[in-house]
Structure formats: C-alpha cells, structure tokens
C-alpha cells in the first residue's frame, strides 16, 4: 500500500497533514529511493539484485542474505521497496498506456466526419462511430464492439 506516499504531500499543501507527517514520509520516500538503487547497483552473476527481487520466488531475506546492510532497513521500506521493485515493469506498461491514451484523446474527429468513406473500417464500426459520434479517438477506443484495428484506421484516415 502506498496511499500515505501518493497522499500525504497532497495533503500537507491542504492543510490536512502536519509538517512531521509530511518529513516522516518524505524520509521513508528517500529510504525507499536509496535501497532501490543499492538494490539496482548490486550486481552477482545472476545480474542485479533487483533483478533478482523481480522473480515471485524470491523474498527480501534471500536478497539481504547476500548484502547485510539490507537487513536494518525498516519493514515498512522493505516491504514498499519489494512492491517497487517486483511491479516496475507493470508500471512502466501502464504508463505506457497511459500516454497512447492521452495522445488519443489529443486526436479530435470533426463533427461532421462521415465514417463512410473510411474505406478500410468494418461495417459494425461505422454504424457504431456514426451513431455515437466521439469527440476523439480516446473515447472511440472505448465504444464496445470497437477493436484497436479500428482505432488505427481511424487514426491513419484523420491524419
């Protein structure tokens, strides 16, 4: 769980959190940072440690069995810095997703773009986009029975 990391700076600037709430956060987000580069700049013949932490079968206490300065770090810190590390790769997709989604949404269709003469477009999906008539391709994208096939048809067309 990292609600008290996403939150507290959010609401320290309301006025909902203390000073010593937001710089006991804000250490455990610099204790956090420091052991997953320590983790990252450690290195076997099996590759990083971080690495290593990534796979479902390993646990923290394999990982600070081979580098003992691990073993003071907090349980708290230990258990953010192992959620980090093992879905790292999730979030990078997810903000991967997160932009195409946003470059989508950037794209408008004109008001008065007839989905007809897109040539290239299935017969449901025309019937679909010309009956809701989207404001972008972010929210085509999201009508059901619309595949991502679609979408770059559409794409490619209004460019």
Do not use: C
């Not at 932490?53 to 069995?65: F, K, M, N, S």
């Not at 349980?75 to 879905?87: G, P």
Request: hydrophobic residues 40%; proline residues 4%; charged residues 35%.
């Amino acid at each position: 769980d990292n609600a008290d990391r996403r939150l507290t700076p959010l609401a320290h600037r309301l006025g909902l959190a203390d000073d010593a709430r937001l710089a006991r956060v804000e250490e455990k987000e610099r204790r956090i940072a420091e052991t997953v580069r320590l983790l990252e700049s450690t290195h076997d013949h099996e590759g990083s440690m971080a690495k290593r932490l990534r796979r479902p079968e390993t646990t923290w206490d394999q990982i600070a069995a081979r580098r003992p300065e691990l073993a003071d770090v907090p349980a708290e810190v230990r258990r953010q810095v192992t959620y980090d590390v093992k879905y790292a790769g999730y979030v990078a997709r997810q903000d991967i997703d997160v932009a195409r989604q946003e470059r989508l949404a950037a794209r408008r269709i004109p008001e008065a773009f007839d989905y007809a003469d897109v040539e290239h477009l299935r017969m449901e999906a025309r019937e679909k986009l010309a009956s809701i008539r989207p404001r972008d391709l972010a929210q085509a994208s999201r009508i059901s029975g619309i595949t991502p096939a679609d979408v770059a048809v559409l794409m490619v067309y209004l460019k």
